[in-house]
């Protein structure tokens, strides 16, 4: 089962060393910035961010220094006051593809001894409001899908 921490956004924006929020940019980017900022201030050191190439993107590539483990993370970022859960659109598709994604980066950077997870950050961010309502991070949020399922 996922390890679900969810934050509360007023601790967050508190402190600006771990990253701005770009005000103009979409929903969607300005929730990568938060999920960045979030995993920043958890201890993930942020590698890289929109990481893409022909067969998909990979919104946040993180290292997890206490277990040495490259952490894939995709973001879903939540604005319409429709019911659901942000976490419920990485599905089957999306998660085969950010596999594939991760098994072409971790070839390209020569890691593929090095231990791998996929996490999930939600937030909700509503339209017209300067800061998300809230983020939700789930570690391990699923495994590798696919044909190329050799992730720990």
């Not at 894939?72 to 594939?100: C, L, N, W, Y």
């Not at 300067?130 to 044909?147: C, L, M």
Request: aromatic share 10%.
């Amino acid at each position: 089962m996922w390890k679900q921490t969810v934050f509360c956004c007023r601790e967050l924006y508190m402190n600006w060393r771990y990253g701005r929020i770009d005000a103009t940019e979409t929903t969607g980017k300005r929730g990568e910035q938060a999920a960045a900022r979030l995993l920043r201030q958890r201890g993930l050191v942020i590698v890289a961010e929109n990481e893409a190439d022909r067969g998909g993107e990979i919104d946040l590539i993180a290292v997890d220094r206490q277990t040495r483990t490259v952490v894939f993370i995709e973001v879903k970022t939540h604005s319409s006051p429709k019911p659901g859960h942000p976490a419920e659109r990485v599905d089957e598709h999306k998660q085969s593809r950010v596999t594939r994604a991760a098994l072409r980066y971790l070839r390209r950077k020569q890691l593929l001894g090095v231990s791998a997870r996929f996490d999930v950050v939600a937030v909700w961010w509503p339209s017209g409001l300067p800061t998300p309502t809230r983020i939700e991070h789930y570690e391990s949020a699923f495994d590798a899908v696919g044909q190329h399922q050799f992730y720990s």
